[in-house]
């Protein structure tokens, strides 16, 4: 009987732990599973300073790890872990890190850091290289339907558009 009501504990203590990171993978673009930090890791662990304010694709170390809002950050220096706990709204992608050519046709696809454009201040990302050259041909124009779009989409799980 106690080992029944352990294990049901531990099954309840565990789903309840999932609640916030599931929550927030229909609304961040994260990877599978979760960092040691108990929260699932987005951008792909690349540095979101590092990217919104010189457009490099900086490689984050697990070691300085921001978890904002159940979501895990990497950070590739201290400074910009730094920057970011100031100021995350700042430097966290727009649409949650998908890819905002995708948000304007009402998808939530994975978003590469790879492809990125920083926009007044703002942090866009793409899926790949052809679609980052379709966003070129008319950005704004693309970016006006992703910022109309992306309030019907914001919550729904990415599997369910």
């Not at 309840?16 to 961040?28: I, K, M, R, S, Y």
């Not at 108990?38 to 792909?44: D, E, K, N, Q, V």
Request: hydrophobic share 55%.
């Amino acid at each position: 009987m106690i080992l029944r009501i352990t294990a049901l504990a531990a099954v309840a203590f565990a789903a309840g732990a999932w609640a916030a990171p599931v929550l927030a993978a229909d609304e961040v673009n994260v990877g599978p599973g979760l960092t040691l930090a108990g929260a699932p890791l987005a951008i792909r662990g690349v540095d979101p300073v590092a990217l919104a304010t010189l457009d490099a694709v900086a490689p984050g170390d697990a070691v300085r790890t921001v978890v904002q809002e159940g979501v895990a950050y990497y950070f590739a220096s201290a400074l910009t872990a730094e920057a970011f706990e100031a100021a995350p709204a700042k430097y966290l992608p727009q649409y949650g890190g998908f890819c905002a050519f995708a948000v304007a046709l009402g998808k939530k696809l994975d978003g590469d850091p790879r492809y990125a454009d920083i926009v007044d201040g703002k942090l866009y990302l793409f899926v790949n290289a052809e679609i980052f050259a379709k966003y070129l041909e008319t950005p704004q124009e693309i970016l006006a339907k992703a910022e109309a779009t992306w309030a019907s989409i914001e919550h729904a799980a990415a599997d369910s558009l």
